[in-house]
């Protein structure tokens, strides 16, 4: 069973222009929602969060909203650049568990 | 800032093999995680450990064990290696803010 799917495998983006990665989930019990992005070779760095009580997290290019009702987040980054090409993952927090759920990614090529 | 550190970036090892797998952190943090990547599933948690000596089985623990003798340090143990364990292996800690730091990983393979 699959709490958390991004069911964009990958996506190309021209530079400037914006992307959108997309995750939804079926555990209501979150309490965060992360986005890490992944590097190859490198291990995911944590990007930005949103707690279950927002609607939308803002940090310089990048924005997650979330949608409770729908159960869906996405994260939007504008403008896109070529080093935000990388593999993007969602994921679920419930902190009473300290256990955190990752979807299975998105490879964002974003071309010059 | 944090670092995160993995014994091996490579390793290749042969089917029954015992296999450790080092993780240490210098942030002080209390949790310390162990995942696999395989392509098309994400990270997938294999075990975790919230203070020393304590650890929790994760989603996927079967065929490996961990220690946790030392805050800093999280190791994982395959006890007899097999060829389904071929995979990419990523250590992470995490303090008490939100988001877990990684190590760079240990891409394994098992002949």
């Known amino acids: 069973d699959q709490q958390v799917k991004q069911n964009s495998p990958s996506l190309s983006v021209q530079e400037g222009r914006i992307s959108i990665l997309n995750c939804d989930y079926t555990n209501s019990m979150f309490d965060y929602f992360l986005w890490y992005k992944k590097y190859p070779a490198e291990g995911p760095t944590f990007l930005i969060s949103i707690s279950s009580i927002k609607d939308k997290n803002e940090d310089g290019r990048f924005t997650v909203f979330l949608n409770k009702s729908a159960k869906h987040l996405s994260l939007h980054i504008v403008p896109s650049q070529p080093g935000d090409s990388a593999v993007y993952f969602c994921a679920g927090e419930k902190t009473s568990y300290d256990k955190v759920i990752f979807g299975p990614g998105t490879s964002l090529s974003v071309i010059p | 800032d944090v670092k995160v550190t993995q014994s091996s970036r490579y390793l290749v090892k042969r089917t029954g093999e015992k296999v450790f797998l080092e993780c240490v952190q210098d942030?002080?943090?209390?949790?310390m995680f162990w995942y696999r990547q395989d392509p098309g599933l994400g990270l997938r948690l294999i075990y975790f450990?919230?203070?020393?000596?304590?650890?929790e089985k994760g989603d996927i623990p079967e065929g490996y064990s961990v220690s946790r003798e030392k805050k800093e340090r999280f190791s994982l143990i395959l006890e007899s290696a097999s060829t389904n364990q071929t995979s990419m292996y990523l250590c992470a800690s995490r303090g008490n803010s939100i988001g877990q730091y990684f190590g760079p990983g240990t891409r394994l393979t098992v002949t």
């Open positions: 450990s919230y203070d020393v000596k304590m650890k």
């Open positions: 942030m002080d943090h209390e949790n």
